[in-house]
T-cell receptor, first 110, second 113 residues
Framework: QKEVEQNSGPLSVPEGAIASLNCTYSDRGSQSFFWYRQYSGKSPELIMS????GDKEDGRFTAQLNKASQYVSLLIRDSQPSDSATYLCAVTRWAEKLTFGTGTRLTIIP | DAGITQSPRHKVTETGTPVTLRCHQT?????MYWYRQDPGHGLRLIHY???????DKGEVSDGYSVSRSKTEDFLLTLESATSSQTSVYFC????????????FGNGTRLTVT
C-alpha cells in the first residue's frame, strides 16, 4: 500500500463545473496536509494547506480533511482552463518527512 | 515568489562523473530540501537541512551527498552519476519545517548518459 495515494487521472471536467480530487493516506499519525499544483514543466506551488478535520475554503478552492477515514480532498469550483495541471497531495508523517502522492492530472475542457 | 534559484537548469553528464547542483535562497529560511521527481514516483526526498551544517537523509539518499556551509546555499552532489539518477531535481525551502508550506525552485533537469 502506498503511503499517499491519488488517482493519476486524467480527470476531465467541463469549464465551470466542480472538479473533485481525492487523496488517501496510510499513516493515522499524519499531521499536516497540503495540495500543490504543478503545471507541465514547472515546479509545484502550494494552493492549500489543512491541519484539522473539516473544510477549509480559499476562493474557488476547498480542502476537506477526514482523519477517521484517512482522506483529504480538493474541490475546485467554477473550473477554469487555467486550472488544468497536475495536483499533488502531500502529507507529513514523522519529522521532516513530507510524502507526496504521484499526482492527479486535471484537464478542464472549454 | 520565494527567492530560490537553482543552477544549472539543465545538465547532461556521463556515467561515473561527479555532479553538483546548487540551490540558493534569499529568504533566510532555516529548512532546505532536495527532491527528485520521476514519472510514477512523484516527488521523493533525497536530503534536507535544518540549519547550517545540519543535514539528514531522506528516503532516496543513496548515491547523493549534501552540504550547507551558509544559510542561503544548499548543494547536492552526485558522487558518481548513474543513469538511474536521470531525473528532475527540485530544491525547496521552508520557514519552519514540513508542517509549514514548501516553496520550490524551478528545478534542474539532469540527464546521465
Amino acid at each position: 500500500q502506498k503511503e499517499v495515494e491519488q488517482n493519476s487521472g486524467p480527470l476531465s471536467v467541463p469549464e465551470g463545473a466542480i472538479a473533485s480530487l481525492n487523496c488517501t493516506y496510510s499513516d493515522r499519525g499524519s499531521q499536516s496536509f497540503f495540495w500543490y499544483r504543478q503545471y507541465s514543466g514547472k515546479s509545484p506551488e502550494l494552493i492549500m494547506s489543512i491541519y484539522s478535520n473539516g473544510d477549509k475554503e480559499d476562493g474557488r478552492f476547498t480542502a476537506q480533511l477526514n482523519k477517521a477515514s484517512q482522506y483529504v480532498s480538493l474541490l475546485i469550483r467554477d473550473s477554469q482552463p487555467s486550472d488544468s495541471a497536475t495536483y499533488l497531495c502531500a502529507v507529513t508523517r514523522w519529522a521532516e518527512k513530507l510524502t507526496f502522492g504521484t499526482g492527479t492530472r486535471l484537464t478542464i475542457i472549454p | 515568489d520565494a527567492g530560490i534559484t537553482q543552477s544549472p537548469r539543465h545538465k547532461v553528464t556521463e556515467t561515473g562523473t561527479p555532479v553538483t547542483l546548487r540551490c540558493h535562497q534569499t529568504e533566510n529560511h532555516r529548512y532546505m530540501y532536495w527532491y527528485r521527481q520521476d514519472p510514477g514516483h512523484g516527488l521523493r526526498l533525497i536530503h534536507y537541512s535544518y540549519g547550517v551544517k545540519d543535514t539528514d537523509k531522506g528516503e532516496v539518499s543513496d548515491g547523493y551527498s549534501v552540504s550547507r556551509s551558509k544559510t542561503e546555499d544548499f548543494l547536492l552532489t552526485l558522487e558518481s552519476a548513474t543513469s538511474s539518477q536521470t531525473s528532475v531535481y527540485f530544491c525547496a525551502i521552508s520557514e519552519s519545517g514540513v508542517n509549514s508550506p514548501l516553496h520550490f525552485g524551478n528545478g534542474t533537469r539532469l540527464t546521465v548518459t
